[in-house]
Structures are given as C-alpha cells and as structure tokens.
T-cell receptor, first 112, second 112 residues
Framework: NAGVMQNPRHLVRRRGQEARLRCSPVKGHSHVYWYRQLPEEGLKFMVY????????ESGMPKERFSAEFPKEGPSILRIQQVVRGDSAAYFC??????????FGPGTRLTVT | GENVEQHPSTLSVQEGDSAVIKCTYSDSASNYFPWYKQELGKGPQLIID?????GEKKDQRIAVTLNKTAKHFSLHITETQPEDSAVYFC???????????FGSGTQLTVLP
C-alpha cells in the first residue's frame, strides 16, 4: 500500500518566488490536511480539504498562502512571494474519515 | 481553541527501561488523542491513539492512558530499544474540528 506521497522532498526558493507543494493522499482517502513544522517545534495546522472543497482554513495565513484539492490530481499548497520566515517543513496528511491522520514524508522549504 | 502541553521535552533512558511521556489538554470536549513518532528527516508516524470513551489502550510495548477528569493522557513504552529513539508528539482533537493540535514534542533517547 502506498502511503501519502509528497513532492518535492526539498525545495529551495529565493525571496519573492512562488513555491508549489504537492500531496497525493492514500488511495481511497478523501480528507487532506496540511501542517507546518518550524525547527524544534511541533506541527501547526494550516488547512483541511476534501475533494474540491476547503473545509477549514483557520490556520492558514490570510495572504500569500492558498490550497486546493481538485477532483483529479494531487492537493497543492501554494505560497506566493515567499519570505525567509516561510522556511519550514510542510507536511500533508490524509484520512479515510475525520481524526485518524496519516502523514507524508514532508517537503522541506528553504527560502534564500 | 485547544492547547496541548507536553512533558518532558527530552528523556533519556537505558535500554530495557520504561519511558513515560505526559500531555495535558485544555478543552474538556476533546475526544481523540493520537501519538506520533517522528524520526529525523521523516514525517510523523501514527503509533497509537485513544478516544475519550476508553481509559487505556495497549499495543505490544506501547500503551496510552487517558484521564478525562484531569485532562491528561500519557504514553508508556516498556522494554525500550535503541530504535525507539525519536521525537514523540501527542495531539488532541475536538469532535467538530478536523485539525489536530500538537504538543511540542519529546526527544526520547534510548541508551544501549
């Protein structure tokens, strides 16, 4: 069974560029979540999506960040005009039902 | 919103000894409490979870206990092995929410 897949695993962007992070959930899972982890810290919730719908984006910064989970294809977390403070590990999780969340390996974003 | 505190932040034990990690949560309505193990450079791995209608759950060398009155829950690892060395995170979730609120993590080191 393939688990949650994320790509790229490492991403380097210069300040002002755009970052696109992709997440393919476990086959059959319709719930996708994005979390951010700063060095030496726990994970912070960003957004929860189901197919074609954003259910809860209460943890998402109001500007520059957006997320989607289209009918076909992976979920995308998009960060526009990145700044150094966006450097972090971004994790995607999926679940067959609310609560049980299975995490991917993460994308480590470095902004130079 | 929910707040989760985790202690200790670091824990060293001798191989074969037991390790206990404790978490407290703030919202008495929380009803789902998972534990994750995160190895260096990897995503969090769900190792055990417990729901509020259960006081204790065990899976081989790992057990979790929940005290709803005191609003705390604990992870117990018996007969620790070097491969148990990792960062462990507790989390809590409210019934209507889909997001997990994480503790700050415990770096467990099992000394051979």
């Amino acid at each position: 069974n393939a688990g949650v897949m994320q790509n790229p695993r490492h991403l380097v962007r210069r300040r002002g560029q755009e970052a696109r992070l992709r997440c393919s959930p476990v086959k059959g899972h319709s719930h996708v979540y994005w979390y951010r982890q700063l060095p030496e810290e726990g994970l912070k919730f960003m957004v929860y999506l189901q197919k074609e719908n954003i259910i809860d984006e209460s943890g998402m910064p109001k500007e520059r960040f957006s997320a989607e989970f289209p009918k076909e294809g992976p979920s995308i977390l998009r960060i526009q005009q990145v700044v150094r403070g966006d450097s972090a590990a971004y994790f995607c999780a999926s679940s067959p039902q609310p609560h049980e969340q299975y995490f991917g390996p993460g994308t480590r974003l470095t902004v130079t | 919103g929910e707040n989760v505190e985790q202690h200790p932040s670091t824990l060293s034990v001798q191989e074969g000894d037991s390790a206990v990690i404790k978490c407290t949560y703030s919202d008495s309505a929380s009803n789902y409490f998972p534990w994750y193990k995160q190895e260096l450079g990897k995503g969090p791995q769900l190792i055990i979870d417990i729901r509020s209608n259960v006081g204790e759950k065990k899976d081989q060398r790992i057990a979790v206990t929940l005290n709803k009155t005191a609003k705390h829950f604990s992870l117990h690892i018996t007969e620790t092995q070097p491969e148990d060395s990792a960062v462990y995170f507790c989390a809590a979730s409210l019934p209507a929410a889909r997001q997990l609120t994480f503790g700050s993590g415990t770096q467990l080191t099992v000394l051979p």
